[in-house]
């Protein structure tokens, strides 16, 4: 140890000297040394936009903070002019305090700021490191500690007994079977060689069961063979916001051990961004394992069984106007934006998109934790301005969010903004919208629940492939002629909308780049055609920053979208899919 | 289940819940300020009864190393052990554990109890390594037993495979 180090060092700021060298991974150092303190960053924020005379609130400056540690033991510029490069270490507790209330009272970790820099920098991964240090010597708000305490102990964040746990449950199945009047309907607890094993966020158990209600109404009616597990069934994980890896890869261990001891073949994540995020993305980085199961959210289970016509729904039944609120785990972190509004097409006759959406759209502000941390709620309520605002233009009466940490934080914001809204997840909107009688359940035989397949998945579909390179029309014709569809082909918009006219295809992939009339433009008039207006249209980009340019029309989105280079299996599946779907949305009219 | 011998009493590793097991006595490993808190506290609280952390208000502090007791409430343990465990990497965390286990131990032997229930002390949230946790229980607890004590059954109660594990190791002679 060094006479610089041990001027001013306690054992806290060694402690988290240590941990800071193991988290130096090459892309983490990349984010410490990648910063050029361009300013980008500072538009993508919440908490700056609605603090716009505080210069603490910048995603750079909260970065910056671990910078100086980095700096200070690690980088040569630290060693050498450390007055230039600001390397510094904390001081004192107070110094850790105030690195608290920057780390957990600022910031979200919502990785906007981190899309957003032209430099790749991962301020919110920065962040998140910055909160394990301090948790790791014991610096962090009391909710924090709270949560992470009940999590460690107790097998779930919100402290629910297992006697409460499975109490609930009870009571669910009841609710459920007098409902429905099926005993069947009861939920399943510990069976073994299921399909599905459903796990869930203890808010659920703890303070809203009615989506667990809605989850088994939706099993039943599908007739799916499934479970939930009596422990290892809280599929979220604090060690994500904490920054507590050993808390992290501990949760998803346990969801793990009971997939494993009770042999389901696929686990289903209820609606839980940061759920969906810690057991399917990061929960084997942090557990150090493989494993041999599906894992997907509740959401593309919900989807599969529309699409298999297993459940059938009526999306007449929903009177109100619905927007989609993206929470940033599902949509920023895993890529989760279409699925979603596919499925909310499928039960609201009148759903409009808030702006800016999908991977763009704005915190709901309880993520990162926020919600558990109570003395930060005024800024937080205040940086949610931002949200207010998206959610007051849409004009909808239901925010639909897949998250039921964004559900917490939307409805606090709402009550705050007295918005006059309320907020749903997909799960209530598709149990509520369920036609029974349609229903898998209620054929009892599964034969016919598997719809019968052509012998060629696009066998007899007519599709106009657009776009402007001939290589790619010669790929896609080829891919999709084997798969059985009829192809037209045109190299510009104007062709490719004469075209759509005269042969009235069954559906259009079309390029956004392109020279002459662009696909932007292109489907701009297509929607607003009407004798061509109901033709499917699945984008196929290279480049997929001009998605937004789409959504900014006032119009309806497209059916579709697939990034460049596109797979063979994938775009037929796709397009299989968007023709399914469009068939479904035809067939209650 | 793993288990040591040491002369006529006996130490186990079992899973479950450790304040939810019908034994005499377990140990619960408390803040400075015994306040019952979250986690196994909220447990203790939730399935005990306002009772527990009444009477823990009588204590006020609790100095890391040291154990005090209170009635188990509507628990199905008579007794709780409450013990203010090294916390956050802090120094001589190896010392400290060892000196909060002979306390628990102490108090167990002054209330006459037979059967006692340990958890991995420090170890999830106040970041004390697994390994050495139940390492210093099992080392601590075995010199314990080989002395004059009412305690006849150790119970090193893990609440997942995670925490078993370690518990195992240590008491086959590992780590």
Known sequence: MSARENKDTTYKIQVMRDILAKKLTRSVVGSLVACVHCGMCNEACHYVLTHPDEPKMTPSFKADQLRKLFKYNYDWTGRVIPWWVGAKEPLSDADLEALKDIAFGTCTNCRRCTLNCPMGVDTATLNRIMRGLLSAVGVMPEGVRVVSKDQWEVGNQMGVLKEDYLETLDWMSEELVNEVGDESARIPIDKPGTEVMYTINPREAKYDPRTIAAAAKIFWAAGESWTMPSEGWDQTNFGLFSGDDQLGGASARRVYEKMKELGAKRLVISECGHGYRSTRCEGPNWVGIDQDWEMESSVFTMLRYLQEGRIRVDRNKLDRRTTYHDSCNLARSCGITEEPRELLRMVSNDFVEMVPNRAENFCCTGGGGAMSMSEYTPRRLKSAKVKADQIAATGAKIVVTSCHNCVDGLSDLIKHYKLGCEVKQLVELVADALVIEDCAVMRKSKAVVEMPKPALPLHGRRILVVDDEPDVRVFLRTVLEDAGAEIYEAPDGDHALAMARKHKPDLITLDLSMEGKDGVSTFAELRSDAEIAGIPVCIVTGHPEFRELIYQRAVPVPDGYMDKPVKDAELVDNLHRILGLAEHHKAPD | ?175
């Open chain 2, 1 to 175: 289940m793993a288990e040591r011998k040491v002369g006529d009493k006996i130490i186990k590793v079992i899973r479950g819940d450790i304040t939810d097991l019908p034994v005499e006595a377990f140990v619960y490993d408390i803040t400075a300020d015994c306040k019952l808190s979250s986690g196994y506290g909220g447990a203790i609280a939730s399935r005990g009864g306002k009772a527990i952390q009444d009477e823990l208000a009588t204590f006020g502090t609790l100095a890391t190393g040291e154990a005090t007791v209170t009635s188990g409430g509507n628990l199905k343990a008579k007794l709780i052990i409450h013990v203010n465990g090294p916390k956050f990497h802090e120094p001589d965390t190896k010392v400290k554990l060892a000196r909060t286990v002979q306390s628990a131990l102490r108090q167990a032997d002054e209330n006459g109890i037979t059967v006692v229930a340990f958890p991995p002390i420090g170890a999830g949230l106040y970041q004390v390594p697994l390994d050495l946790s139940a390492k210093v229980i099992v080392d601590t607890v075995s010199e314990h037993l080989k002395n004059s004590t009412t305690i006849k059954e150790v119970l090193l109660v893990a609440f997942d495979a995670r925490e078993y594990k370690p518990f195992e190791v240590a008491i086959n002679g590992g780590n």
